[in-house]
DNA sequence: CTTTAATATGTAGTAAAATTACGTAAATTA
DNA sequence: TAATTTACGTAATTTTACTACATATTAAAG
């Protein structure tokens, strides 16, 4: 299991610490890296407290002692949600910005593998299992998504399709019966269009799953919602995450099904590999 | 600037290490989340060698001693490759695979961030830049990927399309010219019919740029070559990472595009988001 | 095969760092 | 205002890491 980010952690608490304790806590957020190399008697000459309350301070928050906690801030600014302003500026040249968006893209990974229900990742695999067919629908960057999807789930020898057409969609949807899945992609969970076309297939008994926003009005209108909630995007100049959030949840997915299906289909898999061979040349290795 | 991830680096330095040193590698190694929490006395008893014997090896990897050392191995287990297997298990449950998933894309991310060719992107940044005309070509999952780009670079004000059809490639490729950028995505960069297209593209003059494998028959093609060694996927359940790969750097492109392009360019930007306003219910915040 | 030099490893002492126990001060409540 | 709790610091103790030096091991030269 993997744990919060300790520095959010200590913002979030900022109010409820005494004094001290604050002081300790504002030097280490002002500088947090510099904290988890210095000494706790440097720290605590720095915060104008004594060497036991930095102690207590680290104690507070679950470390076992001033070295566990740092080791703990360390590991949260390696992996977790940068702390420093990461965002693109306009005169970031390639070397700096690559690297900010590259992180930002893990940082939302990250954030993801922490919070995405499991139970929910089941439900959903349960009813791609039942299928007897499946629809990915996506609008948009979502579009491509599903075709991704498409792709992958071909492997699994049921039919399946990708449509980034409103006309199909509604389509599709309003002949859909039992049986059926409907695998809706969006973003943000308010296009009037999706929502419409997930409330038809709905109503005509087919199982509409979301990879969406939650608590919006597709989350609402589908049978099971794998939601995610990628933190908006501020910077003019950083790309949408969420794209890459769901085609990650969706080898999730895949993953998922392949288990359920047992090491007797593994075979089958393979073939599907060795059928591409042909067309390539061959590695020199 | 991102440094090796600090267990790759003992890894790779372990046969120049001496007797004592390859002993505290390997106890390190073995479980290197231990390493970080424990102190120099038991990880001496552990590797049975003196405590200055772990000191020195702590300098020799460019620590200034052996708790600066723990800090940075700390940081690496945080963000770097998982040293511990981290494939997926037959019966592995959803809690286990799923972030086992995630965080094999995560390391796949990182190493690409280590890796990429700065001065690459740059160039690649340049030919788009200078494009009078942009096709996306991919086939099988590279197809999603080409259908991404057009739609992210759509937003550049320039005529771009993505195509996965082998035939209409090949047309466009025969027709093109001067100002025409081809963008050819593949994994392998040995799939024949791709490695064909791009050779007719550039014998019409036109510039093709690869995202692909590196020293494969599509990058010796290519004008320019962003090469992405993603690790080859052994595993039977594990989803191939490189297709986030390449929608990542397709993330850095169009970043690196926009801020080529200048502040004059924002309000265009502005404009686009403005129009799917419409589409959309009004969130209730 | 010995001698010499270089490198490798360990011992013991020293310095630094962290933790604990305890006492005093401040704040809260009755 | 007294009693009680909570906050904080001092000083002693313990743990931890580092340095200087000595011994052992290995490699090289005679």
Known sequence: MHSQNLINVITDALPSLNKSET??????????????????????????????????FCKRFNAAGFPDFKLKLAKSLASGIRFVNRNVDPDDEVSSYTPKIIDSTINTLALVRDKISHMRVNQVVDKLIQAKR???????????????????????????SSHDDVLMQ???????????????????????????????????????????????????????????DVPENTDEYMPMASRIVHLVILDVLTTGVTLRRGPDFLPHLEKIKDSLKPTRYKSES
Chains 1, 2 share one sequence.
């Open 170 to 228: 509604r389509m599709l949807a309003s002949t859909g019966s039992t049986g059926d899945v409907f695998f809706v992609i969006s973003h943000t969970g308010r296009t009037k269009e999706v929502v419409e076309v997930a409330e038809i297939a709905r109503r005509n008994g087919s199982t509409v799953i979301g990879l969406t926003a939650a608590d919006s009005p597709l989350a609402d209108m589908c049978s099971v919602t794998l939601d995610v």
């Open 134 to 160: 499946i629809y990915f629908f996506g609008l948009g960057a979502s579009g491509s998504v599903a075709k991704d999807a498409e792709n992958k789930f071909f492997r699994f020898n049921l039919p399946v």
């Open 23 to 56: 002081k300790v806590a504002r030097v280490i957020l002002s500088d947090p890296d510099a904290a988890t190399s210095s000494s706790i008697a440097s720290l605590a000459k720095k915060a104008e407290v004594s060497e036991p309350s930095v102690n207590r």
